[in-house]
């Protein structure tokens, strides 16, 4: 696909992400020519021709922008940390807000269950948190839906991403430990910045006035 100069191809997680990212853009007056909700189409340009949204799955976002195929894009810090992406990670922006938590059935006491089984989208992160507590577990890794896992007693407790609680209230789980917060972040190639800068800077300037300070 060829990739007009001064055009700023940005990789976005899908879904709730890519809703909150493109509401941000809008404000700021850069409009898309599809709906991301409701799309099927994986590249919007926006009505300028300056700009392309590539909707990608949230894992995949920083290897889109570590490969330069996208000049950057808006990703959850959870994804970063995960994959060990070789990108710069810029700032965070107040979007896509969520925690890293323990999960499971009320009353999991998972600091003392010998031979602790924890499943997980993020296996490096629940390693990291579990090891610094000292806790020693079997990790399994899903790609989703990782709330069955205790439901059906394939493990003790899940390592996951809560946002509204919802998926947890309808499955009869609860937080049992929040390990940290999250939002989006906003991630460039690392040849872009040098060889886009000017344009790259415009984008970062319109959605730094959404940044989040706390982070
Ligand atoms: C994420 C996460 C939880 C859910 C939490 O999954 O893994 O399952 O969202 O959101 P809530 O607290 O607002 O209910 P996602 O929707 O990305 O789907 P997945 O399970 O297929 O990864």
Do not use: H
């Not at 570590?66 to 940390?81: A, Y």
């Not at 493990?155 to 509204?164: A, P």
Request: glycine share 8%; with cysteine; aromatic share 6%.
């Amino acid at each position: 696909m060829q990739n007009r100069s001064n055009l700023i191809r940005l990789a976005v997680a899908k879904g709730r992400v890519a809703k909150e990212a493109v509401k941000m853009l809008g404000r700021f007056g850069i409009e898309f020519t599809e709906d991301v909700s409701t799309t099927r189409k994986l590249i919007i340009p926006d009505k300028t021709g300056n700009y392309e949204i590539v909707l990608v799955k949230p894992s995949d976002a920083p290897t889109y922008v570590e490969e330069g195929v996208c000049d950057c894009g808006i990703v959850g810090r959870d994804i970063i940390v995960e994959n060990d992406s070789d990108v710069f990670v810029l700032f965070s922006l107040d979007i896509g807000k969520c925690a890293l938590c323990v999960a499971g059935k009320e009353g999991t006491d998972f600091r003392n269950i010998p031979g602790l089984k924890v499943a997980s989208k993020f296996v490096n992160s629940a390693r990291n948190f579990l090891s610094s507590q000292g806790i020693e577990a079997d990790i399994i890794k899903l790609n989703g839906s990782v709330e069955l896992a205790p439901i059906l007693g394939m493990s003790d407790v899940i390592v996951d991403i809560v946002e509204t609680g919802t998926t947890l209230k309808e499955n009869g789980l609860v937080v049992l430990e929040k390990i940290n917060d999250i939002s989006s972040v906003f991630i460039v190639n690392k040849a872009a910045l040098k060889t886009k800068y000017k344009d790259i800077k415009i984008l970062m300037d319109i959605l730094r006035g959404n940044e989040n300070e706390n982070n």
